[in-house]
């Protein structure tokens, strides 16, 4: 078979959260003339439109529930039609319960299938099923998760997600973003960026900036809203905590932002980048924040304490301490300098170590060894 290869990821959502970005940031610089890539997702949503401008052939399959036995196997018979109309000689599951779906359609149409697994996986019946459902090879993000799948049997890649510096470079300005959501222009922004959850922590970070004295011209930024239908009130908890802080006011929550130049913007203009993530095997606004030159504020989970190094390139502080984030937070916005040394070298780690053209390079090796064919 001569011209590129075509492949195809499964996804079980329409939505853009952490493992979308990865996904689509891996397709966005995916070796175009060794593969053709094909999304296959599962329910529509804003997903789509961004991955047709990246140049990626989408099917949007019907509707359903995981818990329907009718609409997952309708889902599995279209992935299947899918394989044999575009030809599709590998099947990439975007998550652990995409390999549901893309492990036994490529079981039934006889090629390879790999899946990117992005965290641990609690003890479940539908967890032991899906973990007893063959697959080439698992292609883990931190060291953690790839001991867990190991541990559970499977071959795997240990991969870190990348980011597209590039792509991080060419955001909308501040002034614009003010006028966008509403912000102060004439203060000082530190942000915190993730959907939100409560794990996420961004009720740590509206805690540690109402220890920031109002003095200090600082105004936080909430962004991101819920995603995949889960913890919808989380948000009206988050306002009526900076009510109770006497924060209100400091304090902007854009909701969701779906522009990848405006959510870069709104980092870049931050002096500071909050992640107090109470659990983490990677986050990807921590390496973006890095890549743009803003320093980091973080709890130490796996994955923040693989992108930063505390006392060089940004703040760790042990997960939980409230009142260590605050501090150092504190400490952050009152060095200038700083904070440009830290930004400089964080820059510099993660073109280094966290880029998507090494993540999708590392991705294509994965792939030319379950198809057989030559790698790099």
């Known amino acids: 078979m001569s011209g590129p290869v075509p492949i195809a990821w499964v996804s079980c959502v329409g939505e853009k959260g952490g493992a979308e970005a990865l996904m689509l940031e891996c397709l966005r610089v995916l070796d175009r003339g060794r593969y053709r890539p094909h999304v296959v997702l599962l ?14 052939s989408v099917h949007v399959l019907p509707l359903h529930r995981m818990r329907d036995p009718f609409g997952v196997a309708g889902a599995i018979r279209g992935i299947g039609r899918i394989v044999r109309e575009q030809g599709i000689r590998l099947l990439h599951g975007s998550s652990f319960r995409g390999h549901f779906y893309s492990g036994i359609a490529a079981w039934r149409a006889g090629i390879p299938e790999v899946y990117t697994a992005h965290t641990l996986e609690h003890r479940s019946p539908l967890a032991t099923l899906i973990h007893r459902l063959p697959t080439h090879r698992v292609l883990t993000n931190c060291p953690r998760t790839d001991d867990h799948f190991k541990a559970a049997g499977h071959a795997t890649s240990m991969i870190w ?100 130049a405006d959510f870069a913007g709104l980092l870049a203009a931050s002096e500071v980048v909050v992640h107090p993530a109470l659990e983490e095997d990677f986050g990807i606004s921590v390496a973006e924040a890095q890549a743009l030159g803003v320093p980091v504020v973080a709890y130490a989970a796996v994955g923040p304490a693989a992108i930063l190094v505390d006392g060089e390139t940004g703040w760790l502080v042990t997960v939980g301490d409230e009142a260590g984030l605050a501090s150092a937070l504190r400490s952050a916005l009152a060095d200038a300098a700083r904070r440009q040394a830290f930004g400089t070298a964080g820059r510099a780690r993660v073109v280094a170590r966290f880029s998507a053209e090494e993540h999708a390079r590392r991705t294509e090796d994965v792939y030319a060894e379950a198809l057989g064919i030559a790698g790099r």
């Open 43 to 56: 329910r529509p949503g804003p997903l789509a439109p961004l991955l047709v401008e990246a140049g990626v």
């Open 161 to 260: 997600p990348g980011v597209n510096v590039a792509r991080l470079r060419d955001h909308t300005s501040r002034d614009e973003l003010a006028r966008r959501f509403g912000l102060p222009a004439d203060r000082r922004w530190v942000s915190v960026g993730a959907r939100l959850q409560r794990y996420k922590g961004q009720a740590h970070f509206l805690r540690a900036l109402a220890a920031v004295p109002a003095a200090e011209g600082v105004h936080g930024i909430v962004i991101g809203g819920a995603l995949f239908g889960q913890e919808t009130d989380y948000e009206q908890e988050l306002v009526a905590l900076a009510g109770r802080l006497g924060i209100r006011d400091r304090v902007t929550f854009t909701g969701f932002v779906a522009a990848d």
